[in-house]
């Protein structure tokens, strides 16, 4: 049974629990390899802009708050759309609803470079977040569904680990390429680049085997969404989500303006290197994913959310280094507590693994267009301590929600 509706005759053949991939097989690291790709595009053309937002002001005479929209825009459509695809992937299947999004939207990102006013440049981008929406509504599923129980941490912390990967190289491509060249030729290198990712991973990934296609039920949809709302646990999940994504995308829109002023006049290609720290979150995300197999995610997601909070106060220092220490602690402790909470939703939300998965990003995604927003704002009234101000409050909310699921008992898992 899906989330949306009732399963068709394609349910007979459906393999057992026992043929699902596990860690160190041919077919698992296929399915990491597409999985690792799909998630650099996703986070690469998703957040490259960020470098570019202080450009856009100078560019366009705009303030701060109005740039960060070019990437709340995308975050934004993307949050909207994350559920009407996953009902398109629960009839039509997982792989070609991935398949679609990330050629679709590595076009919309050549389209972005031929822009002339920035109200073209916020339409194409939040068409590019409608279409790329389809990836990640439907990899946490897919991986779900395909992966056994005892190896899912580790390949959605290498999918997470794409995403600080790819949100590093977006990041760093666009802030060289826009001061040796210009920002529009970085958008048209990074939409090829999509181009060719896509293709990759339409050739890596392998066919579900776990999938039944079922019709479209909004009734059922409505009623399952309720359910899993009913959860003890996944509705503070979907809110530590909005909570984790919408500090982490609002302290690196407004990095680039506090790194340009003083004390610290650095070149946007200097500001660029800072976003090497995704490294960082590469090993977080795979390194918790092992460390929440091991000993619970409950465990391990308070901990994540304190290493956030101890980097951000951090960042309030007006020495370099130490400024840069404390943003790849908080960057360590995002991308760690991501990896935790959604392997938690696959291990929680049972037979409605699709649509939890596309409420959890939904969550994750508005966080970063809400709080992401509400930072540019609070820059313009009271500079990067107004920022710092506004995140940690988010923080001591999210730590209390991380506190409370500490208590939950792990939910049984069929073997």
Request: aromatic share 12%; hydrophobic share 55%.
């Amino acid at each position: 049974m899906s989330s949306t509706g009732s399963p068709t005759s394609a349910s007979i053949a459906r393999p057992a629990h026992s043929d699902k991939l596990r860690f160190g097989s041919s077919a698992f690291k296929r399915t990491t390899r597409a999985m690792f790709i799909g998630g650099f595009t996703t986070f690469s053309l998703l957040y490259c802009i960020q470098p570019l937002l202080p450009i856009f002001s100078r560019e366009f005479q705009i303030s701060p708050a109005m740039a960060s929209g070019a990437v709340s825009a995308a975050t934004g459509t993307m949050a909207l759309m994350l559920i009407p695809a996953s009902i398109l992937a629960d009839r039509f299947g997982r792989r070609p609803v991935m398949n679609i999004s990330l050629a679709l939207s590595s076009v919309f990102m050549l389209g972005s470079a031929l822009t002339t006013a920035f109200w073209q440049l916020l339409l194409l981008r939040a068409l590019l977040g409608l279409s790329l929406a389809g990836l990640p509504a439907v990899a946490m599923a897919y991986l779900s569904e395909e992966i056994e129980p005892g190896s899912l941490g580790r390949s959605l912390g290498l999918y997470i680990a794409g995403n600080a990967l790819g949100g590093m190289c977006g990041r760093l491509f666009s802030a060289m390429l826009c001061e040796w060249l210009s920002w529009r030729f970085s958008l048209v290198l990074l939409g090829v680049m999509g181009l060719f990712a896509a293709v990759e991973f339409w050739r890596c990934l392998p066919a579900s085997r776990h999938f039944t296609p079922v019709r479209t039920d909004l009734a059922r949809l409505f009623h399952n969404t309720t359910r899993l709302c009913r959860d003890a646990g996944l509705p503070w999940l979907f809110l530590c989500a909005f909570l984790l994504m919408g500090c982490f995308v609002s302290l690196y829109n407004v990095l680039g303006y506090r790194l340009e002023g003083a004390p610290f006049f650095l070149r946007p290609s200097q500001e660029g290197l800072i976003f090497t720290l995704y490294l960082v979150g590469m090993f977080a995300s795979a390194w918790a994913g092992k460390l929440a197999d091991r000993f619970g995610r409950r465990n391990v997601l308070w901990i994540m959310v304190l290493l956030m909070a101890s980097g951000l106060v951090m960042t309030l220092a007006v020495t370099l280094p130490i400024m840069i220490v404390g943003i790849a602690l908080f960057t360590f402790g995002f991308f760690g507590g991501h990896s935790v909470a959604s392997s938690w939703i696959g291990l929680r939300s049972g037979q409605h693994k699709a649509l939890a998965s596309a409420l959890y990003l939904s969550s994750y995604y508005l966080g970063s267009s809400v709080i992401g927003t509400a930072s540019g704002w609070m820059w313009g009234l009271a500079q990067w301590q107004g920022v710092v101000t506004l995140l940690i409050l988010a923080l001591a909310i999210n730590m209390l929600l991380a506190l409370y699921l500490r208590r939950l008992a792990p939910l049984p898992q069929p073997s």
